[in-house]
């Protein structure tokens, strides 16, 4: 499935239900596509590499995925990716909401768990490595996600959603996960500039723009917008 948005904006389609907020698609390289645009959504997004090798920006930085490795893209990242030296790329994608997980819910788990990873006050690992020693568990957890999601069987649904808290709860269990740091503020409040730069841009394209009315409405300098524009 291909999902069709404009560049570098916040993903408008909805993935799954109101009632099922996830999916789970097959991202073929170049099958389906060389490149998906710069984008950025609500959602944690999981790749899974079945086989070859791609090219993904996660916030900046560059990640070579290949098989047996698994990409997480924490919740309101920019990121895009791209064909990689004309390699075949097979991963599974799954996107999830906080509602599968906590269902709106405001309770202990939510609250010291859920709301923290989606919030980017925790940070789960971006790339996990095929021979890491946790890929082998990440992975079956993930396979008995798509085994549900492709087989509809009974109460596949709870499943799903049993899955998504399972693969969360690893490393929970593990102490796998980062808190917040010093410099990953600078990062973060970057991404949120360029969201509000491109957002602005593309809801007054056909208005005059200058680089000073962009830096006086996002209350940044020009010197620092220019810069942040040259650099992504």
């Not at 097979?90 to 996107?95: H, P, R």
């Not at 859920?114 to 993930?142: G, R, V």
């Amino acid at each position: 499935m291909r999902i069709n948005m404009d560049k570098t904006k916040k993903e408008e389609n909805k993935h799954g239900t109101v009632l099922l907020p996830y999916n789970i698609y097959r991202t073929y390289i170049p099958e389906s596509f060389t490149d998906f645009p710069i984008h950025w959504h609500d959602e944690m997004e999981i790749i899974s590499v079945v086989y070859g090798t791609a090219k993904y920006i996660v916030d900046f930085k560059e990640y070579i995925i290949n098989e047996g490795d698994i990409l997480i893209i924490p919740p309101s990242s920019l990121h895009y990716f791209e064909q990689y030296n004309d390699t075949n790329f097979l991963g599974l994608t799954y996107i999830f909401d906080k509602k599968l997980v906590d269902g709106g819910s405001f309770d202990t788990c939510s609250t010291k768990y859920i709301n923290p990873i989606f919030n980017n006050d925790i940070y789960l690992p971006i790339h996990i490595l095929a021979d890491s020693p946790h890929t082998e568990t990440l992975k079956n957890i993930l396979s008995k996600i798509v085994i549900s999601h492709d087989s509809h069987c009974i109460a596949y649904e709870l499943q799903i959603k049993i899955g998504f808290l399972e693969f969360i709860n690893y490393f929970y269990s593990i102490n796998y996960y980062e808190v917040l740091k010093a410099q990953d503020v600078t990062s973060i409040r970057t991404s949120s500039l360029i969201k509000d730069v491109t957002t602005y841009i593309e809801e007054h394209y056909a208005e005059k723009i200058t680089l000073e009315m962009l830096a006086e409405k996002i209350n940044i300098s020009i010197y620092y917008l220019s810069h942040i524009f040259k650099q992504y």
